[in-house]
């Protein structure tokens, strides 16, 4: 099993959709929990940190679930400018190694 | 501020053949750690590098060998090339290992092996 599971997608949705990835965690140990995108063929840029009890920014949602050590990120009034990959990430412990999911891509349509 | 430097941006190496990456940190970072990500997959922890000294390792064979510098700049050596090496090889710097410190990643070194 994969320390961290993401559907790949990809997401194919109209600018303006809502759409929201889930992402779990096998390591019930981890600590820190972030949103990564990556854009093609750039390196991954952190998008947000994910807290226990919930957190926005903008047009971004994400929610984590201890209990069921599932992370999810909803995505509001999806742009053009959202299509990316997005990596879900696990660290845990006392240092900063990261354990990245696959990445979900998602395409916005005009 | 310069943000983390990666070179060489591409490279292009045979099988059997070693290759040396580099990577120059944040300014005021002290660990440098490693990651490859293959095409269609997220990244994996390769090494992670704190005051000159090792702190991590990722499940990668002994060809792959990394060191920092006084500097806290750091190499990545890979020896006898497979052809799964192929990735993009990306450095990350933070201020010091703790859980609380981001990654902060380069453009990364896109290494082909033929």
């Known amino acids: 099993r994969k320390e961290v599971e993401q559907d790949p997608g990809p997401f194919n949705v109209p600018e303006g959709a809502t759409v929201a990835f889930n992402c779990t965690y096998s390591?019930?140990?981890?600590?820190?929990f972030f949103w990564y995108r990556q854009d093609c063929r750039k390196e991954p840029k952190l998008l947000m940190s994910?807290?226990?009890s919930g957190n926005e920014d903008g047009r971004f949602t994400a929610q984590l679930n201890r209990a069921s050590q599932y992370i999810s990120l909803l995505i509001r009034d999806s742009k053009l400018s959202d299509s990316a990959t997005y990596l879900c990430v696990v660290s845990g412990g006392a240092t900063n190694k990261l354990i990245f999911g696959t990445g979900t891509l998602l395409a916005v349509q005009p | 501020d310069a943000g983390v430097t990666q070179s060489p941006t591409h490279l292009i190496k045979t099988r059997g053949q070693h290759v040396t990456l580099r990577c120059s940190p944040i300014?005021?970072?002290?660990?440098v750690s490693w990651y490859q990500q293959v095409l269609g997959q997220g990244p994996q922890f390769i090494f992670q590098?704190?005051?000159?000294?090792?702190?991590g390792r990722g499940n990668f064979p002994d060809r792959f060998s990394a060191r920092q510098f006084p500097n806290y700049s750091s190499e990545l050596n890979v020896n006898a090339l497979l052809l799964g090496d192929s990735a993009l090889y990306l450095c990350?710097?933070?201020?010091?290992?703790?859980?609380?410190?981001?990654?902060?990643f380069g453009a990364g070194s896109r290494l082909t092996v033929l």
């Open positions: 990350a710097s933070s201020r010091t290992v703790s859980g609380a410190n981001v990654l902060t």
């Open positions: 994910v807290y226990s």
């Open positions: 390591n019930s140990a981890s600590q820190s």
């Open positions: 300014s005021g970072h002290k660990s």
């Open positions: 590098y704190y005051e000159k000294e090792e702190r």
